[in-house]
């Protein structure tokens, strides 16, 4: 049983799951990243590469370097962001798909992707001080503007009008806004935050705290399941942006909405069956019924992250307890804590469903840790003097 105390899980974190990863998914032969594994580990075989991996796992090795200071992590980081570079030089901005020579094979501008270019950005200039990484994503975000500005507020899917609108890439956008605020202090991206968090209070929540995910062209929900569906993940990785945009801008609004959102997710979001796993659910409805009782792995990392904001922003004590228990639940259900892999996705019981093993999801477990981990750090040993 993997020791789950702040110790434990920063060795856990940094001594095996990075470089697991490094040694899996680096392509040093081929370029970029493997973005896809067989639930047993073995990869995938693909002929290009996406922005949104080569752009997820750029950002979680940067950030990993970071905290780290491992050389192993910083160069896989780099080779992940030259590739960006690579891309966006041949295209004029990162596609969808390209070559491992960065020659485009969708030529796409596709916004949630490219949300993950600046997050990347900002952390890969973090990392290493390169003014590469802020001029990528000031490029980056000068297409989103002048390519992806849609009416009504916020952007385009990408370039070819593509529908239903999606909150998804926005609240990525806002993520990544953060990030870039955060390492160059440039007015610009605290300014893009604001728009993003004040849309989503006029058009992606409503009055119940719940939020939407589907919507036509002015923001209204779409007709039918769609324009319904809840998904729990979404609501509590938007309560630990809220939380976050509040410590940021000090718009006091943004804590209200963090508080209905998590009320909901907590109340409806959760399995609260007791033959169950208590897991976060893949989908419900805004009466809290359930549409979609799969349990993929990612909602329990933003589960997670809420309760840390909660803890770390409210002082909210039981959700520093939720914390803990909810961390050793999607540790016992989901990790191998002996190879770094995991399942992505099981059924309401807690089996395993045959679903292939995105390196994507990476992201999401590594900021869900180093979360946990800026939060409730390992206390130094104290000596006898």
């Known amino acids: 049983m993997l020791d789950l105390s702040p110790a434990g899980l920063q060795r856990w974190t940094y001594g095996t799951l990075i470089p697991s990863w490094i040694e899996r998914a680096l392509d040093r032969e081929g370029g970029g990243f493997v973005e896809e594994f067989t639930t047993d580990g073995r990869p995938v075989a693909a002929p290009d590469r996406s922005a949104l991996t080569t752009a997820r796992l750029a950002y979680t090795f940067s950030h990993a370097a970071r905290i780290s200071g491992d050389a192993t992590a ?41 949300a993950f270019v600046l997050f990347a950005s900002a952390h890969y200039h973090r990392l290493t001080g390169e003014a590469a990484a802020t001029r990528l994503a000031e490029a980056t975000m000068d297409g989103i503007e002048s390519e992806l500005a849609a009416p009504f507020g916020g952007y385009a899917e990408d370039d070819l009008g593509t ?81 976050h945009h509040h410590r940021l801008t000090g718009w006091e609004k943004a804590r209200g909405l963090a508080d209905g959102l998590y009320r909901f997710g907590l109340a409806h979001g959760v399995d609260r069956d007791p033959g169950c796993p208590a897991l976060a659910f893949d989908g419900i409805d805004p009466d809290g019924t359930l549409v979609a009782a799969t349990k993929l792995l990612w909602p329990q990392t933003e589960f997670i992250k809420a309760l840390g904001a909660r803890f770390e922003f409210a002082g909210d004590e039981a959700a520093a307890e939720r914390l803990s228990h909810h961390l050793g639940l999607t ?11 995991w399942h992505n996705q099981l059924d309401r019981a807690g089996a395993p469903l045959p679903v292939s093993l995105p390196s994507r999801v990476l992201y999401h477990l590594f900021l869900c840790l180093a979360e946990t981990l800026r939060i409730m750090p390992p206390q130094p040993v104290e000596t006898a003097a």
């Open 74 to 114: 910083l160069e896989a980081a780099r080779h992940g962001f030259d590739l960006l570079l690579k891309a966006q030089a041949a295209n004029g901005y990162v596609p969808k798909r390209f070559s491992p020579d960065g020659s485009a094979s969708v030529s796409r501008r596709d916004l949630y992707d490219l």
């Open 331 to 341: 540790f016992q259900h989901f990790v191998d804590t002996r190879t770094g892999l």
């Open 163 to 243: 529908l239903p609108r999606r909150q998804n890439p926005h609240m990525h956008l806002l993520e990544a806004f953060h990030a870039m605020a955060e390492a160059t202090g440039n007015q610009r991206w605290f300014d893009a935050a604001d728009r993003i968090v004040r849309l989503a209070a006029e058009r992606f929540i409503d009055a119940q705290g719940t939020l939407g995910e589907f919507f036509d062209t002015s923001w209204q929900p779409v007709a039918g399941n769609a324009g319904r569906l809840r998904e729990p993940g979404h609501q509590f990785e938007w309560v630990w942006l809220l939380h």
